[in-house]
């Protein structure tokens, strides 16, 4: 399984891309977290996961950054970065991206979705927030770009 994750990354990402993990990196030790980050192509930063050993200096060295949050240029989008979903995140109502990871396809992703649903349906309010979790069917285990992303969770 690892083997097939790092191929599929590195597939997809090159040595020069800049890559965003949204936490919860690894559940191994840190020697073997340190291991996997270092066979990962690209720029790295790690927005910190409720599960990331980020005490340790070896694995902070894998990343360009860790942080907790984060706000960024995709081209000319504004997009939000955290772990943990946001549902009322940073200028929604101005056509900002938020994405995050944490609730897996769990009761937290329905819920997540509910709201994501009632903003955009009842309240005829924007709120592009997308859940980037690896499991998800648009994700497939690999890296993807904004637009991506966006295609895919349609």
Known sequence: MDAELVRRWNDKVTVQDTVYILGDFSWYTMEKSVEIAKSLNGNKFLIKGNHDRCNDGRFKRCFSNVIE????KDNDRDVVLCHYPIPFFK??????FHLYGHVHSSFEYN??????????ELYDKPCKMYNVGVMMPYMDYTPR???EIIGGAK
């Open 111 to 120: 819920m997540a979705s509910r709201i994501k649903y009632e903003m955009e």
């Open 91 to 96: 200028n929604h109502f101005y056509g900002w």
């Open 145 to 147: 770009t904004l637009d």
């Open 69 to 72: 949050y984060a706000e960024i």
